[in-house]
């Protein structure tokens, strides 16, 4: 079945950096939008970004817009998430998400999940 595996995740002090991969197996990437989730202890889910292989567009939660860049490479079918001047509060669990022919950038919802990565930011 149609793997995705989250990665890259760890512990990092505030204003640090850490780039986050999502590998798929048995899909083929330009055919998916792909999303970035994140789940903080006592939270739901919330997004935090999405890129459309479509035709290449984007968004960003405003919470880490101008901090945290999206981008995916097909020949590898792996997504990333740049993460730059983390904050305490971005501390929570990365699930990454395909939704196959999606109409949306951000899907309303998705086919695959990840496991998630767990990302923690120090004071």
């Known amino acids: 079945e149609v793997q995705l595996q989250a990665s890259g995740g760890g512990l990092v002090q505030a204003g640090g950096s850490l780039s986050l991969a999502c590998a798929a197996s048995e899909i083929t990437f330009d055919d998916y939008a792909i999303g970035w989730f994140r789940q903080a202890p006592g939270k739901g889910r919330e997004g935090v970004s999405c890129?459309?292989?479509?035709?290449?567009?984007?968004y960003y939660a405003d919470s880490v817009k101008g901090r945290f860049t999206i981008s995916s490479d097909n020949a590898k079918s792996t997504a990333y998430l740049q993460m730059n001047n983390l904050k305490p509060e971005d501390t929570a669990i990365y699930y990454c998400?395909?939704?196959?022919?999606?109409?949306?950038?951000?899907?309303?919802?998705?086919?695959?999940w990840g496991q998630g990565t767990q990302v923690t930011v120090s004071s």
């Open positions: 998400a395909a939704r196959h022919r999606a109409p949306l950038v951000c899907p309303l919802t998705y086919d695959y």
């Open positions: 890129i459309s292989r479509s035709d290449g567009t984007t």
